[in-house]
């Protein structure tokens, strides 16, 4: 934990350091409608599952290559997981994993303006760290939360580390900003692959934010 501290605050100094030769640095935050794919040989046990309401913030910088083409790094508190609705023995039963992350998307933008509006879309990788989570059980009006188990083993709930790819479209005016977008988890976070178990993270975000810079 301790490395990985070292490793975020090394990032977020490196984008601190390089506004002297970015265009733009922003700030920006929103929420996000998260979901994961769980399944194994077994089937897709995921299928019923809903978007868990969470949140996203962070901040940009931003490079641009003439009128069209840019790039967009940032430095993003993600919240990821998901949301189970059922019934036991005529019991309603939710189950929520609630997940934080530090995410470090590059997206590479194309814009065309509009009179005072450049509309964009994005595309890139993104690498995401996991920091934090809770799953919780509510039935009957009883609840039970537990932390995340974080780690390699057995039994572990989850693995840290994900990564995948990040795709959007939005627009800016008079330095605001206003974007929709979805990351695609490619990462396996499951702890174990036995009997092809498979995990991956799956997120809407929907963000708004301020840019500072010409």
């Given at each position: 934990m301790r490395n990985i501290v070292k490793v975020l605050f090394i990032c977020l100094l490196a984008l601190i350091s390089v506004q002297t030769?970015?265009?733009?640095?922003?700030?920006?935050?929103?929420?996000?409608l998260a979901n994961m794919l769980i399944k194994d040989d077994e089937g897709t046990y995921s299928d019923e599952f809903a978007m868990n309401l969470g949140y996203n913030g962070g901040v940009t910088v931003e490079f641009g290559f003439g009128d069209l083409i840019s790039l967009e790094a940032g430095l993003m508190a993600d919240t990821k997981g998901f949301k189970w609705e059922t019934d036991m023995f005529g019991t309603p039963l939710t189950t929520k994993a609630n997940?934080?992350?530090?995410?470090?998307?590059?997206?590479?933008?194309?814009?065309?303006?509009?009179?005072?509006?450049?509309?964009?879309?994005?595309?890139g990788p993104y690498i995401g760290y996991g920091i934090t989570g809770k799953i919780k059980a509510e039935a009957g009006g009883e609840s039970e939360s537990l932390d995340v188990e974080w780690g390699d083993a057995d039994e572990s709930d989850f693995k840290r580390m994900d990564y995948g790819a990040k795709f959007g479209v939005g627009a800016e005016a008079m330095g605001f900003t206003f974007g929709a977008y979805y990351a695609l988890g490619l990462a396996n976070i499951s702890p174990t692959t036995d009997g092809?178990?498979?995990?991956?993270?799956?997120?809407?975000?929907?963000?708004?934010?301020?840019?500072f810079g010409k």
């Amino acid at each position: 934990m301790r490395n990985i501290v070292k490793v975020l605050f090394i990032c977020l100094l490196a984008l601190i350091s390089v506004q002297t030769f970015a265009q733009k640095i922003g700030i920006q935050g929103g929420i996000n409608l998260a979901n994961m794919l769980i399944k194994d040989d077994e089937g897709t046990y995921s299928d019923e599952f809903a978007m868990n309401l969470g949140y996203n913030g962070g901040v940009t910088v931003e490079f641009g290559f003439g009128d069209l083409i840019s790039l967009e790094a940032g430095l993003m508190a993600d919240t990821k997981g998901f949301k189970w609705e059922t019934d036991m023995f005529g019991t309603p039963l939710t189950t929520k994993a609630n997940l934080l992350y530090v995410d470090l998307p590059v997206l590479l933008k194309a814009g065309l303006s509009l009179g005072p509006v450049r509309v964009f879309g994005a595309a890139g990788p993104y690498i995401g760290y996991g920091i934090t989570g809770k799953i919780k059980a509510e039935a009957g009006g009883e609840s039970e939360s537990l932390d995340v188990e974080w780690g390699d083993a057995d039994e572990s709930d989850f693995k840290r580390m994900d990564y995948g790819a990040k795709f959007g479209v939005g627009a800016e005016a008079m330095g605001f900003t206003f974007g929709a977008y979805y990351a695609l988890g490619l990462a396996n976070i499951s702890p174990t692959t036995d009997g092809g178990s498979k995990v991956n993270n799956r997120v809407i975000s929907i963000s708004v934010g301020y840019k500072f810079g010409k």
